[in-house]
T-cell receptor, first 110, second 112 residues
Framework: NAGVTQTPKFQVLKTGQSMTLQCAQD?????MSWYRQDPGMGLRLIHY???????DQGEVPNGYNVSRSTTEDFPLRLLSAAPSQTSVYFC?????????FGQGTRLTVV | GEDVEQSLFLSVREGDSSVINCTYT??????LYWYKQEPGAGLQLLTY?????DMKQDQRLTVLLNKKDKHLSLRIADTQTGDSAIYFC????????????FGSGTRLLVRP
C-alpha cells in the first residue's frame, strides 16, 4: 500500500540551483496536485493536474514548473531556487472522497 | 476570495472532549474535509461530510455542519495523547471539487 510517494524527504539547495521533487501514486487517480506548507499559513496550491498531459496553475505557481506524462507521476521543478521557496512541499492524489498526501519534502534554500 | 479560518491552538486534558472549529466562505461545496497532521508527517484524511448532512459520526469523531453560518466543527470524544496533532479544515474551491483551500490549522495539545 504505497499510496503517494515523495522523494527526497529533505533537501538543501543554494540560491540559483535547480532541482526536481518527485511524486508518484499507485491509486490510478486522475487528479494530482502540489502544495507548499509554511508556518501559520496552512497549505497553498502550487500546480495541479487533471490527467496525463494536462496541468494548470494554482494559487502560488511562480518559480515552479510541472509536467504530467503519465497518470502515476507528477514531478515539481524549481528552475532557480530562491530563499522564499524554503518550505515543506506536499504532493497529493485525489478522488471525490478526499485527497491522499505524501510524507512531504522539507526544502531549505540558502 | 475563498477563505477558510480556524483558531490556532487548543489545549485539553486527556479524557475530555475536544472541539475544533472552522468557518468557510464558499457554500457551493459538495464535501468538506478534516485532515490530521502529526509532527514530521503528511496530512491524513480523517473524515468528510456531505454538504446535505448536518452531522456525521465516526467512532470518537463527530462532524457538525451549519450551512447557514458556514461553520464546521470536529468533536473528538475521550481525547487521547495520541490525538495531539494539527487539524486542518479543507473546503474545495468553487471551480473544482479537487482543488482544496486549507485553513491555517489548529494545533491540539492533549495534557496527561
Amino acid at each position: 500500500n504505497a499510496g503517494v510517494t515523495q522523494t527526497p524527504k529533505f533537501q538543501v539547495l543554494k540560491t540559483g540551483q535547480s532541482m526536481t521533487l518527485q511524486c508518484a501514486q499507485d491509486m490510478n487517480h486522475e487528479y494530482m496536485s502540489w502544495y507548499r506548507q509554511d508556518p501559520g499559513m496552512g497549505l497553498r496550491l502550487i500546480h495541479y493536474s487533471v490527467g496525463a498531459g494536462i496541468t494548470d496553475q494554482g494559487e502560488v505557481p511562480n518559480g515552479y514548473n510541472v509536467s504530467r506524462s503519465t497518470t502515476e507521476d507528477f514531478p515539481l521543478r524549481l528552475l532557480s531556487a530562491a530563499p522564499s521557496q524554503t518550505s515543506v512541499y506536499f504532493c497529493a492524489s485525489s478522488y471525490t472522497g478526499g485527497a491522499f498526501f505524501g510524507q512531504g519534502t522539507r526544502l531549505t534554500v540558502v | 476570495g475563498e477563505d477558510v479560518e480556524q483558531s490556532l491552538f487548543l489545549s485539553v486534558r486527556e479524557g475530555d472532549s475536544s472541539v475544533i472549529n472552522c468557518t468557510y466562505t464558499d457554500s457551493s461545496s459538495t464535501y468538506l474535509y478534516w485532515y490530521k497532521q502529526e509532527p514530521g508527517a503528511g496530512l491524513q484524511l480523517l473524515t468528510y461530510i456531505f454538504s446535505n448532512m448536518d452531522m456525521k459520526q465516526d467512532q470518537r469523531l463527530t462532524v457538525l455542519l451549519n450551512k447557514k453560518d458556514k461553520h464546521l466543527s470536529l468533536r473528538i470524544a475521550d481525547t487521547q495523547t495520541g490525538d495531539s496533532a494539527i487539524y486542518f479544515c479543507a473546503d474545495p474551491m468553487m471551480d473544482s471539487s479537487y482543488k482544496l483551500i486549507f485553513g491555517s490549522g489548529t494545533r491540539l495539545l492533549v495534557r496527561p
